[in-house]
């Protein structure tokens, strides 16, 4: 299910605080959404690897705003970085968490550890074929695999009958789309808009990455594509044009490295030479600046 979340008035989860409740075990977990569901009630789930920010705190609290029960989930989950990534330094910060999640209207915080997720003999991966072997699965071969497991994993403990996840990483959305089909999941999928900076950065745990001129750098990324929205707006339709726009801001970034900045059908990610009317196409973008890589996107209508 797609849509664009509109924030509500109010949100009564702040007006009227509830104990955040942390569970840490699967089995609770499931206990309690078999409890929640046994009353006739509805649980939002909004999986995380934690160190939020105001991105995950509008899928929060969008989250709160439409289910009786709410389901933050934190786990850095290790299948979905390659040795070579960034796992040992992915920020943390647990009691930070706690607080934002809670004040963004969250009523139970899931946060297993690693042994909780993959016990000992562990022995089950989710393969997607198609939507993941492009852009982002050409650079993290092994990513989608780990995260298609891991989302598989938590909707099942979780139960929730919607779950919320953020454009911001587009091509992902599209594998938990379809997981959620093939695999009969029964949720539904609620994706909503990146929350940027004031001056256009996306939101991004990784942001914390980034020397004061590598912050400066990466606005590139949302120039580029605010250069691609203004030629789609005047009327440009081919693939290769659209791409040099954005390749070509990208590329003047000092210390940056474009792994892939392509325009693409926003359903698919097929790459037809030319677009039509009212198509609507994504625009994605993977830099490394320095030694951390971001990833923006934005969707747009040809015209
Ligand atoms: P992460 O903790 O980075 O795995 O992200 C957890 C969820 O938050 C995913 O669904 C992300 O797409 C979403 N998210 C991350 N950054 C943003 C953002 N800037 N705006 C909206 N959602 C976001």
């Given at each position: 299910m797609w849509?664009?979340?509109?924030?509500?008035?109010?949100?009564?989860?702040?007006?009227?605080?509830?104990?955040?409740?942390?569970?840490?075990?699967?089995?609770?977990?499931?206990?309690?959404?078999?409890?929640?569901?046994?009353?006739?009630?509805?649980?939002?789930?909004?999986?995380?690897?934690?160190?939020?920010?105001?991105?995950?705190?509008?899928?929060v609290s969008a989250s709160a705003s439409e289910n009786n029960e709410t389901i933050t989930t934190i786990f850095v989950n290790p299948t979905q970085f390659a040795p070579t990534e960034d796992l040992s330094r992915y920020p943390r910060d647990f009691e930070r968490d706690y607080t934002l999640a809670e004040e963004a209207g969250c009523t139970v915080l899931f946060y297993p550890d690693t042994a909780e997720m993959y016990p000992e003999g562990y022995?089950?991966?989710?393969?997607?074929?198609?939507?993941?072997?492009?852009?982002?699965?050409?650079?993290?071969?092994?990513?989608f695999s780990g995260v298609a497991t891991v989302v598989t994993k938590l909707l099942l403990a979780a139960k929730p009958h919607r779950a919320y996840f953020g454009q911001k990483d587009y091509q992902q959305t599209l594998v938990v789309q379809r997981l959620n089909t093939d695999l009969n999941i029964d949720c539904n999928i609620i994706v909503l808009p990146t929350v940027r900076e004031d001056d256009g950065l996306a939101k991004s745990s990784r942001n914390v990455y980034l020397s004061p001129t590598e912050r400066q750098d990466a606005l590139a990324l949302w120039r580029a594509l605010t250069a691609v929205g203004e030629a789609v707006s005047a009327g440009e339709r081919r693939r290769d044009a659209l791409n040099n726009v954005c390749r070509k801001i990208l590329s003047e970034i000092p210390a940056g490295t474009i792994d892939y900045a392509a325009v693409a059908r926003a359903s698919s990610l097929d790459e037809p030479e030319k677009f039509t009317k009212g198509d609507s196409v994504v625009c994605l973008i993977a830099v490394r600046i320095g030694t951390t890589r971001l990833i923006d996107n934005a969707i747009f209508t040809i015209q």
């Open positions: 849509r664009i979340f509109a924030p509500p008035e109010h949100n009564h989860q702040k007006s009227q605080p509830m104990a955040l409740r942390l569970v840490r075990t699967i089995t609770e977990l499931q206990h309690f959404a078999d409890s929640i569901r046994a009353e006739g009630k509805s649980i939002g789930c909004v999986p995380t690897m934690g160190y939020l920010h105001s991105g995950h705190a509008s899928l022995s089950t991966s989710i393969q997607i074929s198609g939507i993941t072997e492009k852009f982002e699965g050409v650079f993290r071969p092994t990513h």
